[in-house]
């Protein structure tokens, strides 16, 4: 009976440490060291504006990031870096004789791909590197080793998912290289159909780069001898890629567009849908975002629209670039964002 009771006892004190042990677990290990406050939340239509954001007369290269929340722009050697919901305004630093051949922001988050240049009397470098604004930090990628002095940088195309990116360099000669670098920070030339390469872009899901060849006015994909083929289209453009790998090809007259092809290229060319602009576009003018919807802009009227809702949205000023959720343009030296709805 003394054995029993003693057992029972020990079984308790057992149970008593472990609900403490779980106890203190729940209430300050795991715990968030934030107060956590629940309230109604009422939506509501009308979001906070911006502040008033200045963009400089001499300012190049401007180009937001993916959610609106950033802006960037070249001010004369200087890379400038503006949060559009505060102002706050930060150069990213370089170091002497280096500068930017080419930046572009990443799809989905506050970062940005950097192609630096350092010139020297004897030779001139190429470098890869990224640059985080939320943490403010900056590091390198990768050097390309196989850039001649005359090089720069003429587009980056980043797969997320993947962790692939694509740089696309001008030599001497018109020669376009591209260069692949993963996760890794290996890099290797791509083997391409084409001295001279127009637009490129990156499959999301899979390790392939879609590029144009503009000697021949065709365009190939990179695990792909033949070019991608579209019955009657003689002279096609690549406008661009969505999130479910569909590829946009623009049957294309003196740099306009009429009609847009659009399918996985494992589909085939019968396989295609078809867009009918129902006029002339300049390919320059047509954007395709993550989503498949493809915006078409008119400079002339301050109109974006969405080709197949046939909404339209009104824009102050000059037209800059698009972004998730919206468009971006420059009125008497302010950015302005019109929003989607």
């Known amino acids: ?42 939506k509501s239509d009308n979001k906070k504006p911006d502040i008033k954001i200045n963009i400089p007369d001499n300012a190049k290269n401007t180009n937001i990031s993916f959610d609106g929340k950033f802006v960037a722009y070249y001010d004369g050697d200087v890379l400038k870096v503006v949060n559009t919901l505060t102002g706050e305004e930060k150069s990213v630093e370089f170091e002497g004789g280096v500068k930017v051949s080419f930046y572009k922001w990443l799809s989905d988050r506050n970062r940005m791909l950097i192609a630096e240049k350092e010139s ?71 083997e391409t159909r084409s001295y001279q390469i127009g637009s490129i872009r990156v499959l999301p899901h899979e390790d392939k780069l879609v590029y144009e060849d ?39 007259n003196s740099d306009k567009v009429t009609k847009i092809f659009y399918g996985t290229v494992k589909e085939g060319r019968n396989e295609l849908q078809t867009i009918d602009l129902g006029s002339a576009v300049d390919k320059n003018n047509i954007y395709i975002t993550g989503e498949g919807k493809v915006y078409v802009n008119d400079s002339l009227k301050g109109v974006v629209k969405e080709f197949s809702s046939g909404k339209q949205y009104n824009y102050a000023g000059t037209f800059v670039q698009m972004y998730n959720g919206g468009v971006i343009s420059i009125s008497d030296g302010k950015l302005v964002k019109t929003l989607f709805n």
């Open 1 to 42: 009976m003394k054995i029993f009771v003693r057992i029972l006892i020990w079984i308790m004190i057992s149970l008593t440490l472990q609900c403490a042990g779980l106890f203190y677990a729940n209430k300050y290990l795991f715990a968030s060291s934030t107060d956590i406050k629940t309230k109604k939340v009422v």
């Open 120 to 190: 020297s009397n004897e030779e001139s470098n190429l470098k890869l590197a990224y640059y985080d604004v939320d943490k403010g930090l900056k590091e390198d990628i990768k050097d390309l080793d196989w850039a001649d002095k005359k090089s720069e940088v003429e587009d980056i195309q980043a797969s997320p998912l993947t962790n692939i990116i694509y740089v696309k360099v001008a030599n001497s000669g018109k020669r376009s290289s591209i260069y692949w670098v993963n996760i890794m920070k290996e890099m290797k030339k791509v």
């Open 214 to 252: 503009l000697t021949h006015s065709r365009i190939y994909m990179t695990d792909k001898d033949e070019p991608l083929d579209i019955s009657g289209v003689s002279n096609p453009s690549l406008l661009g890629v969505d999130d479910n790998d569909n590829v946009y090809i623009g049957e294309t």
